[in-house]
């Protein structure tokens, strides 16, 4: 086609005695470039007309707003004061639908009465709300307590860190996986730099986020422990192959996901590694984090550490003296302890933090558009005196005597969760690795509290957490004393 002739153009053009753009016109091109133009013309149409016909979400209550008219301070005070901001939409507006102003846009609080409702609802997604809302405030990895018959001061946080990053390599991938100092050391670093690079990425704006990642240094560190993770995952698989089967027993995760309906992931590298390392960043973390509060909490009440380790000393044990799952069941003080620690300081200050895969109404009308996030305000139930006495004090021994009553001997365990027992999140998506996390939890505290002694640095208080929206990381320099009970 050497010329196109569209009469309303033609007019246009006589009427105008345009003659360069007729000139134009006969071209060639003129025909692909008319077409690209109204195409572009017409997606732009679509998408201002989708907009304006798009239904938005309309909240009656905005935490904060009473105090500031700007979200941007009301997102920055949340940033940095999280738990305090939650406490106060939670007493404004407890039973009803709120929302809170973040750096990532306006997220909508939800009541609990709404969660069995919600529970399974096809386009709530966990996944969809994860936009990299983890941190943590840790560096050093120095201390070793060994054999000390003195008090001794020392920071937890580092060893706890190396000896929960060894007990999940072997239950994620496997016995010489956890022997691998490399491994370890790249894993529990893993820990650390997603967490600062979140943290870094979080100081900017959502839009320029998939830029910046690529430049913030913490990047450097993250691939070398992929590449770390690689080498060592590529040796796992290799071993397993040359076995012609599972490596461990029981099965290690990588076992399970390289058998049965897995059994085509049983050599994909890529597939497998990632496995690993998100199973590294969702498991070890919120493990660790658990047990330096629970340890905190030890040396601040320490009425508990006899009480504890009297109960450790008459749970049953197997013929060759090791604790087994009888043990761990009947260590129920420790299982209150541990509780009672994380309703307090559990790692996430708000759970069932879903995203909307597309536009939905709450119980009580409120429309959601997709791509609204979602969450309940854990952090403010878990001290509300309608569900816990005394809500704000540390009582050790609370779900222990829950437990003693009649009907209720298998309710409150460390793993339960229910509408206001909320650290592991609920429904169809609640923590699938709670049974293993306080596996780790209680045995790493019965061998700390079996083997040592503990106490608070005399003139300090309870250890602070670090608060970053909905964030709380436990106190990486806080010292204890420690004292080896054996020699
Ligand atoms: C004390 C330790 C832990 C805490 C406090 C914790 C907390 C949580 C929370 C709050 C959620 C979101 C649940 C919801 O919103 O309904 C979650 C999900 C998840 N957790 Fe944990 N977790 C812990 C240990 C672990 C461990 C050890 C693993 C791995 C073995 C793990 C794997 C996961 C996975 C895969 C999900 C996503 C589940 C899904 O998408 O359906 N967690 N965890």
Redesign the pocket.
Known sequence: MSQIDVPILREWLRAHNAEAFRSWLEQPRAWIVLLAAAGLLLAVVTQVVAAIGRRKLRLKHIVLSDETSSPKARALQYCYRPREVMLKGYKQFRDTVYGMDTRDGVKVVIPPSFLDNL?SHPHL???Q?IDNSIMAFHRQRTNKYGETQDWTKVKVHDSILKITGTN?AR??QSTAASLDDEWITASTGYVISTFDCIRALKEWPPFLRPLIFRLIPQRAAIAEQWRIGRKRVKQTVSERQQKGGDLEDPPS?LDLLSDGKNAQYAADLETQLLYQM??VA???V??F???IQAIYDLVAYPVYIQEIRDELASVPRSSDGLFNKDSISAMKKLDSFIKES?RLS???LS????GATADLTLPDGTFIPKGTKL??N?ASIHVDSIHYENPHQFDGLRFYRMRQRPGEENKHL?YS?GKND?????????????Y???L??KLILAELLTRYDLKMVPGLSRAKSFDFEALCAPDENYEILIRDRRV
């Open positions: 529970k997604s966990f996944k709300s999940n239950v994620f995760v998100t199973l969702v498991g070890t919120t493990t984090s658990s047990i994380q559990a790692p996430d759970t069932f933090q879903r969450e309940v854990t460390y969760v909320l650290s592991f999140g609920y429904g169809r998506h609640a923590c699938p690795g709670r293993l996390g306080h780790n939890i």
